[in-house]
């Protein structure tokens, strides 16, 4: 006998769109609002990317501060097994990786198949995240599945500064 999951009536469904979307377009003012009247700070859509995972990969600083000071878990991953950290370090957001580990992000964030948020950050470029992950711990000899180093990853994908960063 399989349980049902409850069905929710399309006012609840509205509204946590609504709370998505505040995430996602960075408006602290009312999700403080909604998290000082008891909102969950680890809401999550329907892709699994929580309220931290959307203010964090669109940029907004102190959104994510917001959410991650009401509870918000840092390490929360989405359905893909994408970490916070991992969208910061593609992105290349400096601050906000600055601010994911200052609320416990695990430095590697690696997805399931072994990428880690040195790979991402080596595949696209990104030298001054390079930096800061390695000097926050980060391992520059993590292997993903296949076996690949953010190295090789840089090197496959023409990152050259990436290259030259991973190579000091």
Request: charged letters at 20%; glycine letters at 10%; aromatic letters at 4%.
């Given at each position: 006998m399989t349980e049902q999951k409850p069905q929710l009536d399309d006012e609840t469904l509205a509204f946590a769109q609504e709370v998505l979307d505040l995430a996602r377009s960075g408006n602290s003012e009312r999700l403080g609002q909604l998290?000082?009247?008891g909102l969950p700070a680890n809401i999550r859509s329907h892709k699994g990317d929580s309220l931290v995972m959307l203010a964090s990969y669109h940029g907004h600083l102190d959104t994510t501060r917001l959410l991650l000071q009401h509870g918000g878990d840092a390490n929360l991953r989405n359905s893909a097994g994408q970490s916070p950290i991992a969208g910061a370090a593609f992105k290349g957001d400096l601050a906000m990786i600055e601010l994911l580990l200052e609320?416990?992000?695990?430095v590697e964030g690696a997805t399931p198949d072994g990428k880690t948020a040195l790979m991402m950050a080596a595949m696209f470029n990104r030298v001054e995240v390079i930096r800061l992950l390695v000097a926050?711990?980060?391992n520059p000899q993590a292997r993903d599945a296949d076996g690949v180093?953010?190295?090789?990853?840089?090197?496959?994908?023409?990152a050259?500064?990436?290259?030259?960063?991973?190579?000091?």
């Open positions: 998290l000082a009247q609320f416990g992000a695990d926050r711990g980060a180093t953010p190295l090789l990853l840089a090197q496959r994908m023409g050259k500064d990436a290259v030259v960063a991973l190579s000091d």
